[in-house]
């Protein structure tokens, strides 16, 4: 296969599976500190809600809003992510993304009220949405192909540890200070990340053909926005039911005319062709299964130990935290299980164990040792490690260079959907559960539904990766058709 232009050739005499030079690591860390602020500020959030709930004197189940309202903003301004690092330069966009994301942590940590919250986390959506795309652009064009399982593995462990820290920190602070402390955590992380940014990130830029789709903005911005809103109020309950199905009918004739703008114009916002490459389409249908568990799971799990066990804000950080322990571990290996068995073998087998996964913990119960709920946990942690490297690998494996901006964009974007997706799922089969029941309150019944829906939800992903080639990705992964490795040096 031909490599993309903008990517370097590769030196003479090396091959699969060669180490990252000190420049291309480096760069991977810097993009990993805004992962890391990103992640923290996620699974800190998820911990303290119960307890932000009290504070605000709403519904545990309506500060979903609190996650939703993040990732509207990641999904209305990630599609202008790649274009407008284009246009002004990877370094510039990746530093202002930091400081709003940053300008947004300050006004959440100052927030009276729930719908300021809700507002304070849209404008951190807004930097998160330009922080992560555009990260993952400077690696994409500064990394050699056959080097770029090596660049996610660097860019993706520091940010393990936003989640791997998060619950027990959001449990801490929560207890014995304040939920109003997970945001103000983020402020120095932010700094650091803007220093290393101006010493160290690449000024690329790109010309790409045609003018901004400025039009195509709008549109999938009104249309990503209305239907998140609209799933979100309805899986609550709350609001008027009129006007939440006028919010979802907007949202689906904005879809509706941007499919029809986007077959018109020749460089789209969303360019809904980069769906004719196999890989990337198969990973974008396998991985929105499998993000569908990834944003409920930390919606799920810490609320029910809290209202379901009894259990502080602390005691429930010390248990969650060890399913991003058990990813964490697990970027140790993805790279020698990937060679060893390529992406398909080992896509299919894990998307099976990550959704039975699921259904294991709709059993947890408080009689249960809490040793034994940890191991459930990491090992779900390690099976959604491994799955959400292999799909962030293999998408870009027969992207052309040309292309690689829009891919990332239209990537992303889908991951933030099926996130938030996720989240209204589990939100709405709990009420739905409640309300079948007619209890005013949850129960652990309630958490054990949203369990096996989205464990059975997760399952669509392993049939999606059985359909990929035995040979894709083949040239990233280094493994070789029939068995063994095409070479087995590097790290």
């Not at 080097?147 to 959001?170: D, E, K, N, R």
């Not at 903005?217 to 006028?246: D, H, K, P, Q």
């Not at 709920?373 to 099976?383: Q, R, Y």
């Not at 494996?397 to 239209?410: L, P």
Request: proline fraction near 6%; hydrophobic fraction near 50%.
């Amino acid at each position: 296969m031909k490599l993309p232009a903008i990517l370097p050739p590769r030196a003479p005499g090396t091959g699969r599976g060669v180490p990252l030079g000190g420049r291309e690591r480096t760069t991977a860390l810097i993009v990993a500190s805004a992962l890391l602020m990103e992640q923290l500020d996620s699974t800190v959030l998820t911990t303290a809600l119960p307890a932000m709930s009290r504070s605000f004197r709403v519904d545990p189940l309506h500060m979903s809003v609190a996650l939703t309202s993040y990732l509207v903003g990641l999904a209305v301004f990630i599609p202008a992510s790649g274009r407008i690092a284009d246009r002004l330069g990877s370094r510039t966009v990746f530093r202002g993304a930091i400081a709003l994301f940053v300008i947004g942590s300050l006004l959440c940590a100052q927030a009276p009220s729930l719908p300021f919250l809700a507002a304070a986390r849209l404008l951190q959506g807004m930097g998160g949405a330009m922080m992560v795309p555009v990260g993952r652009l400077v690696l994409l064009r500064t990394v050699p192909k056959a080097q770029i399982v090596a660049a996610m593995f660097w860019m993706l462990l520091p940010a393990s540890l936003g989640p791997l820290l998060g619950p027990v920190v959001g449990g801490v602070l929560t207890t014995y200070l304040s939920w109003r402390w997970i945001f103000y955590i983020n402020l120095p992380i932010g700094v650091l990340g803007m220093a290393l940014t101006t010493r160290f990130i690449p000024q690329l830029r790109e010309c790409p053909g045609g003018g901004f789709d400025l039009p195509g903005m709008a549109l999938s911005g009104v249309s990503l926005a209305c239907l998140i809103f609209g799933l979100e109020s309805a899986s609550r309950g709350a609001g008027n039911l009129a006007i939440t199905l006028v919010i979802l009918a907007v949202g689906l004739t904005a879809a509706l005319l941007y499919a029809r703008h986007a077959a018109r114009t020749p460089n789209p916002i969303l360019d809904f062709r980069l769906m004719r490459v196999a890989t990337f389409r198969l990973s974008v249908l396998g991985g929105s299964a499998t993000r569908l568990a990834a944003g409920a799971s930390p919606f799920l799990i810490p609320s029910m130990l809290q209202l379901g066990f009894g259990l502080n804000a602390a005691q429930s950080g010390l248990i969650t935290f060890t399913g991003p322990m058990g990813a964490l571990c697990m970027r140790l290996f993805t790279r020698r299980l990937l060679r060893r068995h390529g992406f398909r073998t080992l896509m299919t087998a894990n998307g099976l164990s990550a959704g039975l996964l699921l259904f294991a913990c709709a059993l947890f119960r408080p009689g249960w040792p809490f040793w034994t709920l940890s191991l459930i946990l990491f090992l779900s942690g390690v099976a959604q490690s491994l799955q959400f490297i292999s799909y962030n690998t293999i998408a870009y494996a027969d992207i052309e260079g040309g292309r690689m901006s829009a891919a990332t964009s239209f990537y992303t974007t889908f991951q933030q959907m099926t996130l938030t997706l996720g989240i209204c799922i589990a939100a709405g089969s709990m009420a739905l559960s409640r309300g079948i029941a007619g209890r005013a309150t949850l129960t652990l019944d309630d958490f054990s539904v949203a369990f096996c829906v989205v464990g059975a939800l997760a399952l669509l992903a392993a049939p999606v990766s059985a359909r990929l080639r035995p040979d894709a990705g083949n040239e990233i992964s280094g493994h070789r058709a029939g068995g063994g490795c095409a070479l087995r040096t590097g790290t």
